[in-house]
T-cell receptor, first 118, second 113 residues
Framework: DVKVTQSSRYLVKRTGEKVFLECVQD?????MFWYRQDPGLGLRLIYF???????EKGDIPEGYSVSREKKERFSLILESASTNQTSMYLC?????????????????FGAGSRLTVL | GEDVEQSLFLSVREGDSSVINCTYT??????LYWYKQEPGAGLQLLTY?????DMKQDQRLTVLLNKKDKHLSLRIADTQTGDSAIYFC?????????????FGSGTRLQVQP
């Protein structure tokens, strides 16, 4: 089974701190994603990456940056944390599909990182 | 842009059927997905349906797709307390040119014993 591991399940940070959220997948997936989950708003895409050193903005990239130096690792960075970034952060990965279901994009998620910014 | 909408809450009794509904706006979506999130966990894929299908059945799960109305539903037969979770509808596929999925707000299913 594909495993997506998020290094921290719970973090508490102070306003203005720099925060790193790490995500590692072990199945050689090309695509990796960072979503943010808030009650009533569902999942919103922050950034995604389809290859090493490649990144694309999602729907809410403001206040965030990402890094993908190795294929298996995708980091989300909050340069200066703010209270409105208190949320659950979900990392996911997917393979570039081929074959009969070439268009399907099945995401595998990590367990999530709950960040509280005080 | 793409939008996916779901009602936020559904309560059913154990043994009843649950129907969770979803509407989406992107007519180019060729794949639609249902994910389940149990408390304290990430999302796990339940099933997905290709847009040239009207229905897909997998054990207790039945997915119905009305492409004309852009309406997707997930029916869970004989709902159990272990089915209590948040269910997310999502749309997107590589052939739409989008690598990321667009998710709805999630429907919290509460199963009463």
């Amino acid at each position: 089974d594909v495993k997506v591991t998020q290094s921290s399940r719970y973090l508490v940070k102070r306003t203005g701190e720099k925060v790193f959220l790490e995500c590692v997948q072990d199945m050689d997936h090309e695509n990796m994603f960072w979503y943010r989950q808030d009650p009533g708003l569902g999942l919103r895409l922050i950034y995604f990456s389809y290859d090493v050193k490649m990144k694309e903005k999602g729907d809410i990239p403001e206040g965030y940056s990402v890094s993908r130096e190795k294929k298996e690792r995708f980091s989300l960075i909050l340069e200066s944390a703010s209270t409105n970034q208190t949320s659950m952060y979900l990392c996911a990965s997917s393979i570039l599909p081929t074959g009969l279901r070439a268009g399907a994009n099945v995401l595998t998620f990590g367990a999530g990182s709950r960040l509280t910014v005080l | 842009g793409e939008d996916v909408e779901q009602s936020l809450f559904l309560s059913v009794r154990e043994g009843d059927s649950s129907v969770i509904n979803c509407t989406y706006t992107d007519s180019s979506s060729t794949y639609l997905y249902w994910y389940k999130q149990e408390p304290g966990a990430g999302l796990q894929l339940l099933t997905y349906i290709f847009s040239n299908m009207d229905m897909k059945q997998d054990q207790r799960l039945t997915v119905l797709l009305n492409k004309k109305d852009k309406h997707l539903s997930l029916r869970i037969a004989d709902t159990q307390t272990g089915d209590s979770a948040i269910y997310f509808c999502a749309e997107g596929g590589m052939d739409t040119g989008r690598r990321a999925l667009t998710f709805g707000s999630g429907t919290r299913l509460q199963v009463q014993p």
